[in-house]
């Protein structure tokens, strides 16, 4: 239901963008989240905007770095990654839901294919 791009290998200190959208139904209607997955660790919640207000949600790991964000007349959200670090290395997906649930993975019920984001030098 939901397509992610934009991942890639980065430096340390780099930025990356990563694009979802979401053929078939408009975006704008549902709460939206990124999380990403390293190997060996479980899904974790990065940052969700709510439907409604424009509410977001960071994890702490994140704060001050990454930035969601939504453009609605291209039906895409977007996360913008600044100075990442090798801990930031997994693959990402996005997520979105008609109900809020924050940064809890069960709470979405739609999903993209995830795109792989490597932090290294």
């Known amino acids: 239901h939901l397509v992610e791009s934009g991942g890639g290998l980065v430096q340390p200190g780099g930025s990356l963008r990563l694009s979802c959208t979401a053929p078939g139904f408009t975006l704008a209607y549902y709460t939206a989240a990124w999380f990403r997955h390293a190997p060996g660790k479980e899904r974790e919640g990065v940052l969700c905007?709510?439907?409604?207000?424009?509410?977001?949600e960071y994890a702490d790991s994140v704060k001050g770095r990454f930035t969601i964000s939504r453009d609605n007349a291209k039906n895409t959200l977007y996360l913008q990654m600044n100075n990442l670090k090798a801990e930031d290395t997994a693959v990402y997906y996005c997520?979105?839901?008609?109900?809020?649930?924050?940064?809890?993975?069960?709470?979405?019920?739609?999903w993209g294919q995830g795109t792989q984001v490597t932090v290294s030098s």
């Open positions: 997520g979105a839901d008609m109900v809020y649930s924050g940064l809890g993975a069960s709470g979405y019920d739609y």
């Open positions: 905007i709510s439907r409604t207000d424009g509410n977001t």
